[in-house]
């Protein structure tokens, strides 16, 4: 194949890199792209889509790497690689950052963090912005501050022809409307953000640990928590065999968030380990970074819950993991949604799922030498379960097996979705699994 007309670095099999370069932080996807040119100005994203419309060949568009079925890479493909592409620029004149895709989210937050500021992003400090903000984007602060695309005030992107463009309230709006929720490489490739960012001194960060003798009282609590609880704080949880976790972010001092918790520390079997510390926001971040690993094998999604499920489907789920395979590989996740999150019209962003009350996510992990399969067909039992007592899949928790997955992601916004994809990618460029398709005209 010849490369001529890709600028950027581009990496081939016959380059020494390429064995780790075409990996995924989801060690289980083996994918063998055609090349990998790692782009670092819009020029380079330019030239590379025209070049696969020049040579036929398919595209996807990665920043870090982080999507769960690793939608951002295919056998070959040309994978168009924006992590370079990572300049993050603060207006605190007018409280504003132009953060650029590939700009992963630790490094946000410390920039904006010598700035006085905090940001509303995702937990995972590795995790690149593009795929978290076009998803939507849940987090620690979405409670309190809405979801990460609900702060986007504009974005660029370039476009199936190459061309550079700008999408807001104003101008491309339906665009814009689109990427806020559906833009993961489904209409072009986002190379910039300008958001809203706030003003944080010191949170509260919270983590607390339990062993499993509190497992179904803890999720009954969980439900009734958030029905009630002040929008300052918001809280990822989860449970597998050995015991439960709650991580959590309050916008408020540690007096007030014992008070506010007091039901989760009367819970028994709380471990020393536990903690509940006032401090400065990037420190808060950085404790809650350290909870996550290297990258691994896993099969994972999650799901949109609505109502309060029953204590049957608690103890249910309970002996789902009771009985799951592995030691502490498999995992029932909670991911605190409501607060000002539920005051956006479901139809304001392409993101629809605005009424939803938590998002459950079933998650099994497992190593090379395992059988796959078995960890596979678990996360597949509980889903099939927790189907109808759920409504919707979140975009960002992908799942390859899911059928009708437009309407699953995009709820009632799935149609709008066709006829924007239609009037900006007709010839569906920008295609994977499970992507957007246009309309047949």
């Not at 960060?205 to 704080?233: G, H, M, P, Y």
């Not at 608690?314 to 799951?324: E, G, P, R, T, Y």
């Not at 607060?339 to 962003?349: R, Y």
């Amino acid at each position: 194949m010849n490369f001529q007309g890709l600028t950027g670095k581009v990496i081939t099999p016959c380059d020494k890199e390429y064995a780790i370069l075409r990996l995924e932080y989801n060690l289980d996807i083996n994918k063998f792209p055609l090349a990998i040119v790692y782009c670092h100005n819009y020029i380079d994203v330019s030239n590379a889509i025209k070049w696969c419309t020049r040579n036929c060949v398919e595209l996807r568009v990665r920043t870090r790497g982080h999507n769960y079925e690793g939608y951002s890479t295919g056998t070959g493909v040309l994978v168009i690689d924006i992590s370079c592409i990572s300049e993050v620029n603060i207006d605190t004149k007018h409280d504003i950052a132009v953060i650029q895709a590939g700009a992963n989210l630790l490094s946000i937050y410390s920039i904006l963090a010598d700035k006085g500021y905090g940001f509303n992003g995702g937990t995972c400090p590795t995790v690149g912005i593009s795929g978290l903000v076009l998803g939507g984007g849940i987090g620690l602060s979405c409670r309190n501050f809405g979801l990460v695309t609900d702060n986007l005030l504009e974005i660029q992107l370039v476009n199936e022809h190459g061309i550079l463009i700008i999408a807001n309230d104003h101008i491309n709006s339906e665009l814009f409307w689109a990427c806020r929720g559906a833009g993961g490489g489904n209409f072009g490739v986002v190379i910039s953000y300008t958001f809203k960012i706030h003003k944080v001194d010191k949170i509260t960060v919270i983590q607390l640990r339990w062993n499993e003798a509190s497992r179904e009282e803890f999720f009954d609590l969980w439900q009734c928590f958030f029905k009630t609880a002040t929008e300052k704080i918001s809280c990822f949880a989860g449970f597998n065999k050995e015991g439960i976790y709650l991580n959590g972010f309050f916008y408020g001092d540690k007096l007030e968030a014992e008070k506010i918790l007091k039901d989760f520390l009367l819970l028994p079997a709380l471990l020393e380990a536990s903690s509940i510390e006032y401090v400065p926001f990037i420190s808060a971040v950085k404790a809650i970074a350290s909870f996550y690993g290297p990258p691994n094998r896993f099969k994972a999604t999650g799901r949109f819950v609505y109502k309060t499920l029953s204590e049957k489907n608690i103890k249910k789920l309970v002996q789902f993991v009771d009985n799951s395979p592995g030691e502490d590989n498999c995992f029932i996740r909670l991911y605190s949604l409501g607060g000002t999150i539920k005051e956006v019209p479901c139809n304001s962003t392409a993101y629809y799922y605005r009424k939803a009350e938590y998002i459950i996510g079933i998650t099994a992990d497992f190593e090379k030498d395992d059988d796959s399969d078995i960890y596979k067909e678990w996360v597949a039992e509980v889903l099939q379960y927790v189907n109808p007592l759920t409504n919707g899949t979140y975009v960002n928790f992908p799942y390859a097996e899911l059928k009708n997955y437009g309407n699953a992601y995009y709820g009632k916004n799935y149609p709008l979705l066709m006829v924007v994809k239609t009037i900006y990618d007709p010839c569906n460029i920008f295609k994977f699994q499970q992507s957007i398709k246009p309309l047949i005209i």
